[in-house]
């Protein structure tokens, strides 16, 4: 039996030379291959253009689709969509998002619903929403007490993110066009 000192652990150095979409969680690197799907392509694609559109009053806050998030030296993801209250700088960025969606694919559910669940939670991300393709459902979570809350599970309801800053509805109905 291997012992997790027989196991590989990689950094963000060794991330750097890697070719193709991984992420690196706690050392262990996560390939992001296949490419997502078609429906999970433009599922994201709706989310980051109303995401765009519900932001275009508050200069402080910006929709992103997936950019490498730099946690620790061994921890980068890729969030599929989110917003960030701040200005980014640079091939990355370095703090919480404020908003993450993780549009669930076969291949990611399990990692999504639980792995970048926890992560996310001990990071600070405010809200973090999971988007059933399948179901065509958006469970939202927000962070109270350093723990997430299950705030909505809707198809087609508006939900209301305070992000300081700024208030944005975002109508999951129109995800679903």
């Not at 690196?24 to 997502?36: F, V, W, Y």
């Not at 200005?87 to 291949?107: C, D, H, K, M, W």
Request: with cysteine.
């Amino acid at each position: 039996m291997l012992s997790q000192s027989d196991l590989p652990h990689y950094t963000y150095s060794d991330y750097l030379h890697w070719e193709g979409r991984w992420e690196l969680i706690e050392g262990i690197a996560h390939a992001m291959s296949p490419a997502p799907s078609v429906s999970h392509q433009k599922v994201s694609q709706e989310i980051a253009r109303l995401l765009g559109e519900s932001m275009d009053h508050c200069e402080q806050c910006h929709a992103l689709l997936p950019v490498d998030w730099k946690i620790t030296e061994d921890t980068i993801v890729q969030p599929d969509n989110l917003i960030v209250c701040y200005q980014p700088t640079g091939n990355y960025i370095t703090r919480a998002p404020s908003v993450i969606f993780e549009v669930l694919s076969p291949s990611t559910r399990r990692k999504d619903e639980r792995v970048k669940f926890r992560l996310y939670e001990s990071a600070g991300v405010k809200y973090y929403c999971l988007v059933d393709l399948e179901e065509k459902l958006i469970k939202f979570y927000q962070l109270k007490d350093d723990s997430y809350v299950k705030l909505l599970e809707t198809k087609t309801e508006t939900i209301c993110f305070d992000l300081a800053e700024c208030e944005i509805e975002f109508d999951c109905s129109k995800v679903w066009r």
